[in-house]
């Protein structure tokens, strides 16, 4: 649906110019919801903008629905906007209008008349939640009722393709839920192809289908987002990654925890587990096998679109041996080991 | 009214309590005429000097930089000074130099740079996200100039107009040092020229409930227009 070929973006000239976006190439698939992660910084926003022109890339193609965006004129593209709906971080919604008049401009813009306008914005009204809000001006609402009238905004025009900047990132983390759900519903019922830029991973966790990630203003991963959480490839994907899994250590733990090895220390180890891993019997193995006593810590299951992704936070004790041979087992097994330290038992 | 005119005529002042009515109507003319075309030019120019700006979606840094040259000069001749070294063409547009008329042609040529300049500033405030999303919905340059940079701007365009109201009453005071008429005028020419202390006082409290009047009704547009 969204096919973005070679896009460079380059800001300024000479010595002083910037590249902002290197060599992007991207593919969004008809009725998929695609996520862009990166750093502030990184020029998501700016690919983003690339999507409807409203930055123009330096090189390279831009197609909406088979449409080459670059080679339009301004009329052609006024009209091909019509069909790719956007929604911002801080909304931007018209503080002059009321709930109603906001999401009637886009059809206002296209010159429908009032009996078309109503009869488009009203379902809007219905599947955003708002109709008891529609004579209310944007201060009279919250951060998640804002964006929701943004968002009926976005498909007035019954759009094919919506972008989203950043929509999340200026809500508290339940109205976050509320929204992602919300373009979920969209995505399924209106058949609408999502591509979201954003800094939060549980944004990607919770809704897409395909990840990209950014760095630089260049893409170093792509991946279905099942196997991205389970098996990032880069150093940056790994962070993420850790980012939208890590809970807190224990109470204590951190404090008891050593960087060294030492006699008598017993190691606290973290494991993944993905896919078929996650039924496999490793804990009651080690303990028969290599008698080595295993204290579970933490543990915790995330269900991540088709991929179910287990981690488990353990403490090993018995004999150095034991230990040794264990761990060496347990490199050899479809898990991923980390060692976090040692602790000296109390 | 008639006991309004009864205090004004126990007053010890030389001029009737008719010649500050009738002044009274000048001044008011004077400023509602030229409030009116200055605003109707004013807002057109202030507009493009917005949207002209070399950020801005009509972009035109060359045209932005002669509009702001123009407006710069117009902004910068003290209103006496311009007054009167218009007055050829005060005299070509209304047939004379002094009175009423006159004083609209100069209140006018002076308040059309002051207005541009403030809309421009209340079309700076609104959030360049606005325009950005209006883009992205297809909107045409004209459609983003009636649609959502002079509504959204509404509140600080009202607050302009009304400073500018305020700013021609006192300049329409100063356009009757002139002969141009109103309450200036019955000022310099009782209480200036004629040492008739009673006669300033009046025409200043005027002024003074005249200023108060409209900034009121000024505050209060705005408010009705501002959901922000």
Redesign the interface.
């Known amino acids: 649906m969204i096919n973005i070929r070679s896009v460079n973006k380059v800001y300024g000239e000479g010595p002083n110019a910037v590249t902002a976006l290197r060599d992007i190439n991207l593919e969004v698939p008809q009725g998929g919801i695609y996520g862009v992660v990166g750093r502030s910084g990184a020029g998501k926003s700016t690919l983003i903008r690339c999507v409807n022109m409203l930055e123009t890339p330096t090189s390279g193609q831009v197609l909406v629905d088979g449409q080459d965006l670059t080679q339009l004129d301004e009329q052609g593209l006024r009209l091909a906007r019509h069909q790719i709906g956007m929604i911002f971080q801080h909304f931007n919604l018209l503080s002059s209008r009321t709930v109603y008049d906001n999401i009637a401009l886009p059809l206002e813009l296209m010159k429908a008349d009032s009996a078309q306008i109503k009869a488009a914005v009203e379902p809007l009204l219905e599947l955003t939640g708002l109709t008891d809000k529609v004579d209310h001006y944007p201060s009279q609402l919250s951060g998640g009722q804002k964006q929701r009238v943004a968002i009926a905004r976005a498909l007035a025009t019954k759009p094919k393709v919506l972008l989203s900047d950043e929509a999340t990132s200026a809500l508290d983390p339940h109205t976050t839920r509320s929204i992602l759900e919300l373009l979920k519903n969209i995505n399924r019922e209106l058949g609408i192809t999502i591509l979201l830029i954003t800094h939060e991973m549980e944004v990607v966790k919770r809704i897409c289908d395909r990840v990209a990630l950014i760095s630089d203003g260049s893409l170093i991963e792509e991946d279905e987002v099942g196997h991205f959480f389970t098996h990032p490839t880069t150093a940056l994907g790994h962070e993420f990654v850790e980012t939208a899994l890590s809970q807190p250590l224990p109470e204590g733990l951190e404090d008891r925890l050593h960087a060294n090895k030492a006699p008598s220390r017993r190691p606290v180890i973290r494991l993944t587990f993905s896919g078929d891993s996650v039924q496999a019997p490793l804990i009651t193995q080690l303990a028969r096998q290599f008698s080595v006593d295993v204290s579970i810590l933490q543990a915790q299951v995330e269900h991540i679109q088709s991929q179910v992704l287990g981690r488990l936070l353990a403490e090993l004790s018995g004999s150095d041996e034991a230990i040794a041979q264990a761990m060496t087992h347990l490199e050899s097994q479809p898990v991923r080991l980390e060692v976090l330290g040692y602790v000296q038992p109390v | 009214m008639s006991s309004l005119s009864e205090t004004l005529s126990s007053l010890s002042m030389l001029a009737t309590p008719e010649q500050l009515l009738q002044a009274t109507g000048e001044t008011l003319y004077m400023v509602v005429v030229s409030a009116l075309i200055s605003t109707a030019l004013g807002l057109p120019l202030g507009v493009l000097l917005h949207v002209t700006r070399k950020d801005q979606f009509m972009s035109r840094p060359r045209l932005n930089r002669v509009l702001g040259a123009f407006t710069n000069i117009g902004r910068s001749v003290p209103y006496i000074i311009l007054m009167v070294s218009i007055l050829p063409l005060t005299r070509f547009l209304v047939g004379s130099s002094i009175g009423t008329n006159a004083a609209i042609v100069s209140l006018t040529l002076s308040a059309i740079p002051f207005v541009a300049r403030l809309i421009e500033g209340a079309l700076n405030e609104v959030?360049p996200?606005?325009i950005?999303?209006?883009?992205?919905?297809?909107?045409?340059p004209m459609?983003i100039i009636t649609?959502?940079l002079v509504?959204?701007a509404?509140p600080g365009i009202f607050n302009s107009l009304t400073v500018t109201v305020v700013t021609l009453i006192s300049y329409s005071a100063m356009a009757g040092a002139v002969a141009g008429g109103g309450l200036g005028a019955l000022g310099i020419n009782y209480g200036y020229q004629r040492f008739d202390g009673m006669t300033m006082l009046v025409t200043v409290i005027i002024l003074v409930a005249l200023v108060q009047l409209l900034q009121s009704v000024g505050d209060a547009l705005v408010r009705r227009?501002d959901?922000?």
Request: net charge positive; hydrophobic share 45%; charged share 25%.
């Open positions: 959030p996200g606005l950005e999303a209006a883009q992205a919905m297809g909107a045409k459609q649609k959502v509504p959204e509404l227009v959901h922000r």
